[in-house]
Protein backbone atom coordinates (compact mmCIF):
# COMPACT_ATOMS: atom_id res chain seq x y z
CA UNK A 1 0.00 0.00 0.00
CA UNK A 2 1.41 3.38 -0.85
CA UNK A 3 2.74 5.37 2.10
CA UNK A 4 0.67 8.50 3.22
CA UNK A 5 2.11 11.22 4.45
CA UNK A 6 0.67 13.11 7.47
CA UNK A 7 -0.50 16.35 6.51
CA UNK A 8 -3.45 18.99 7.41
CA UNK A 9 -6.31 19.29 6.09
CA UNK A 10 -6.81 23.39 5.61
CA UNK A 11 -10.64 25.25 6.18
CA UNK A 12 -12.01 27.57 4.27
CA UNK A 13 -10.70 31.17 4.07
CA UNK A 14 -12.61 33.95 5.11
CA UNK A 15 -13.11 35.21 1.28
CA UNK A 16 -15.02 32.02 1.08
CA UNK A 17 -12.53 30.16 -0.71
CA UNK A 18 -10.75 26.60 0.59
CA UNK A 19 -7.64 25.92 0.53
CA UNK A 20 -7.38 22.25 0.78
CA UNK A 21 -4.15 20.65 0.40
CA UNK A 22 -4.06 17.43 -1.20
CA UNK A 23 -2.62 13.77 -1.46
CA UNK A 24 -2.75 11.14 -3.68
CA UNK A 25 -2.66 7.69 -2.72
CA UNK A 26 -3.66 4.18 -3.75
CA UNK A 27 -6.10 2.90 -1.73
CA UNK A 28 -6.18 -1.30 -0.91
CA UNK A 29 -9.30 -0.79 1.21
CA UNK A 30 -11.31 0.89 -1.79
CA UNK A 31 -10.51 -1.79 -4.17
CA UNK A 32 -11.11 -4.45 -1.64
CA UNK A 33 -14.78 -2.80 -0.99
CA UNK A 34 -15.31 -3.01 -4.33
CA UNK A 35 -14.56 -6.67 -4.71
CA UNK A 36 -16.81 -7.58 -2.08
CA UNK A 37 -19.16 -5.67 -3.94
CA UNK A 38 -18.89 -7.41 -6.85
CA UNK A 39 -18.69 -10.55 -5.52
CA UNK A 40 -22.47 -10.36 -3.39
CA UNK A 41 -23.59 -8.56 -6.76
CA UNK A 42 -22.47 -11.82 -9.54
CA UNK A 43 -24.33 -13.89 -6.05
CA UNK A 44 -27.20 -12.25 -5.87
CA UNK A 45 -27.63 -11.07 -9.71
CA UNK A 46 -27.25 -6.83 -8.84
CA UNK A 47 -24.91 -4.40 -8.50
CA UNK A 48 -25.50 -0.54 -7.53
CA UNK A 49 -23.97 2.16 -8.28
CA UNK A 50 -21.03 2.64 -5.43
CA UNK A 51 -22.53 6.28 -3.95
CA UNK A 52 -25.57 6.06 -4.86
CA UNK A 53 -28.82 6.72 -3.85
CA UNK A 54 -29.49 2.80 -4.52
CA UNK A 55 -27.04 1.44 -3.02
CA UNK A 56 -27.35 3.40 -0.12
CA UNK A 57 -30.63 1.80 0.21
CA UNK A 58 -29.72 -2.06 -0.35
CA UNK A 59 -27.10 -1.67 2.25
CA UNK A 60 -26.88 -1.12 5.53
CA UNK A 61 -23.61 -0.86 8.20
CA UNK A 62 -23.12 -4.11 10.25
CA UNK A 63 -22.41 -2.05 13.51
CA UNK A 64 -25.00 0.87 13.17
CA UNK A 65 -27.32 -0.72 10.87
CA UNK A 66 -28.08 2.93 8.96
CA UNK A 67 -27.50 2.89 5.16
CA UNK A 68 -23.86 2.31 3.57
CA UNK A 69 -22.24 4.21 1.97
CA UNK A 70 -24.04 7.95 3.31
CA UNK A 71 -22.56 11.22 4.21
CA UNK A 72 -22.03 12.73 7.61
CA UNK A 73 -19.75 15.79 8.52
CA UNK A 74 -16.78 16.12 11.19
CA UNK A 75 -17.95 17.25 14.38
CA UNK A 76 -14.68 18.78 15.89
CA UNK A 77 -12.24 21.07 14.12
CA UNK A 78 -9.90 18.08 14.65
CA UNK A 79 -9.85 14.97 13.73
CA UNK A 80 -7.10 12.28 13.30
CA UNK A 81 -7.36 9.78 10.50
CA UNK A 82 -5.95 6.83 11.32
CA UNK A 83 -4.58 3.40 8.55
CA UNK A 84 -6.90 1.27 10.76
CA UNK A 85 -9.80 1.24 12.85
CA UNK A 86 -7.98 1.07 16.28
CA UNK A 87 -5.65 3.48 18.23
CA UNK A 88 -2.72 1.67 18.02
CA UNK A 89 -2.74 2.92 13.78
CA UNK A 90 -0.67 5.59 12.72
CA UNK A 91 -2.04 8.70 12.12
CA UNK A 92 -2.09 9.36 8.11
CA UNK A 93 -3.15 13.19 8.51
CA UNK A 94 -5.19 15.85 10.72
CA UNK A 95 -8.38 17.45 9.32
CA UNK A 96 -8.29 21.05 11.08
CA UNK A 97 -11.92 22.03 10.27
CA UNK A 98 -15.16 21.16 11.55
CA UNK A 99 -18.51 20.26 9.86
CA UNK A 100 -16.45 19.21 6.36
CA UNK A 101 -18.82 16.76 4.56
CA UNK A 102 -17.20 13.27 4.66
CA UNK A 103 -18.70 9.71 3.44
CA UNK A 104 -18.57 6.59 5.51
CA UNK A 105 -17.68 3.71 3.53
CA UNK A 106 -16.95 0.72 6.18
CA UNK A 107 -17.48 0.25 9.72
CA UNK A 108 -15.66 -2.09 12.16
CA UNK A 109 -16.63 -1.77 15.91
CA UNK A 110 -16.48 2.00 17.04
CA UNK A 111 -14.65 3.08 14.05
CA UNK A 112 -16.06 4.18 10.59
CA UNK A 113 -13.78 4.34 7.26
CA UNK A 114 -14.36 7.54 5.58
CA UNK A 115 -13.88 8.80 2.24
CA UNK A 116 -13.60 12.62 1.63
CA UNK A 117 -13.70 15.03 -1.45
CA UNK A 118 -10.69 14.05 -2.74
CA UNK A 119 -11.44 10.85 -3.06
CA UNK A 120 -8.75 9.63 0.22
CA UNK A 121 -10.01 6.99 2.92
CA UNK A 122 -8.59 6.33 6.40
CA UNK A 123 -10.37 5.70 9.61
CA UNK A 124 -11.77 7.89 12.40
CA UNK A 125 -13.55 7.17 15.92
CA UNK A 126 -17.19 7.08 15.59
CA UNK A 127 -17.47 10.11 18.28
CA UNK A 128 -15.96 12.21 15.57
CA UNK A 129 -18.93 12.73 13.20
CA UNK A 130 -22.04 14.11 13.12
CA UNK A 131 -25.57 13.10 11.27
CA UNK A 132 -25.54 17.17 10.57
CA UNK A 133 -25.01 17.59 6.36
CA UNK A 134 -22.75 19.67 4.57
CA UNK A 135 -21.42 20.48 0.97
CA UNK A 136 -18.39 21.39 -0.57
CA UNK A 137 -19.43 23.20 -3.64
CA UNK A 138 -18.22 21.94 -6.89
CA UNK A 139 -17.38 23.51 -10.18
CA UNK A 140 -15.39 23.05 -13.60
CA UNK A 141 -12.32 24.77 -12.07
CA UNK A 142 -10.97 26.75 -9.21
CA UNK A 143 -11.98 30.29 -11.05
CA UNK A 144 -15.68 29.02 -12.36
CA UNK A 145 -18.62 31.21 -10.05
CA UNK A 146 -21.85 28.68 -9.08
CA UNK A 147 -24.76 31.00 -8.87
CA UNK A 148 -27.07 30.65 -5.78
CA UNK A 149 -30.56 30.84 -6.52
CA UNK A 150 -33.32 32.89 -4.78
CA UNK A 151 -35.39 29.86 -5.20
CA UNK A 152 -35.58 26.54 -6.75
CA UNK A 153 -35.77 26.92 -10.46
CA UNK A 154 -33.62 27.58 -13.19
CA UNK A 155 -35.27 31.17 -13.69
CA UNK A 156 -35.01 32.12 -9.95
CA UNK A 157 -32.99 35.71 -8.86
CA UNK A 158 -29.51 35.17 -8.55
CA UNK A 159 -28.31 36.52 -4.96
CA UNK A 160 -24.82 35.54 -4.57
CA UNK A 161 -21.91 33.16 -6.60
CA UNK A 162 -20.18 31.01 -4.78
CA UNK A 163 -16.51 30.01 -5.26
CA UNK A 164 -15.69 25.78 -5.75
CA UNK A 165 -14.77 25.02 -2.00
CA UNK A 166 -17.50 26.87 -0.31
CA UNK A 167 -18.23 24.61 2.46
CA UNK A 168 -22.44 25.21 3.53
CA UNK A 169 -24.85 23.57 5.93
CA UNK A 170 -27.46 21.76 3.47
CA UNK A 171 -30.66 22.49 4.42
CA UNK A 172 -33.02 20.20 2.04
CA UNK A 173 -32.95 18.92 -1.10
CA UNK A 174 -35.09 17.89 -3.62
CA UNK A 175 -33.56 15.41 -5.87
CA UNK A 176 -32.54 18.09 -8.11
CA UNK A 177 -31.66 21.86 -5.78
CA UNK A 178 -30.02 22.10 -2.49
CA UNK A 179 -30.90 24.81 -0.19
CA UNK A 180 -27.54 25.85 1.39
CA UNK A 181 -26.74 28.27 4.23
CA UNK A 182 -23.19 29.78 5.11
CA UNK A 183 -21.48 32.64 6.03
CA UNK A 184 -23.48 35.67 4.40
CA UNK A 185 -25.63 33.21 2.03
CA UNK A 186 -28.42 31.59 1.77
CA UNK A 187 -30.29 29.97 -0.97
CA UNK A 188 -30.53 27.19 -3.56
CA UNK A 189 -27.82 25.33 -5.67
CA UNK A 190 -28.42 22.89 -8.11
CA UNK A 191 -27.76 19.76 -6.98
CA UNK A 192 -24.70 17.88 -8.52
CA UNK A 193 -22.86 21.27 -8.13
CA UNK A 194 -22.20 20.16 -4.15
CA UNK A 195 -20.63 17.12 -2.55
CA UNK A 196 -21.85 15.91 0.23
CA UNK A 197 -25.34 14.61 -1.67
CA UNK A 198 -26.20 11.91 -3.21
CA UNK A 199 -27.30 12.45 -6.90
CA UNK A 200 -31.51 12.39 -6.80
CA UNK A 201 -30.80 12.34 -3.01
CA UNK A 202 -33.92 13.67 -1.02
CA UNK A 203 -32.91 15.24 1.95
CA UNK A 204 -35.74 17.64 4.72
Avoid at 20 to 26: D, E, F, I, P, R
Avoid at 79 to 91: A, C, F, L, Q
Avoid at 99 to 110: C, F, G, K, Y
Avoid at 162 to 175: F, I
Wanted: charged fraction near 25%; hydrophobic fraction near 40%.
Amino acid sequence: MAEWSRIQRDGLRATMTAGWMKSTSGSVRCRALAAALLAAALAGGGLPCAGSPAAAAELVGPVSGLPMPRFVSLKPDRVNVRRGPTKDHEVSWVYTRSSLPVEVTAESDNWRRIRDWEGSEGWVYHSLLSGRRTGIVTGGGKDELVPLHAASRDDGAVVAKLQPGVLASVRECSGRWCRIEGAGFDGWIEQHRLWGVYPNEKVD
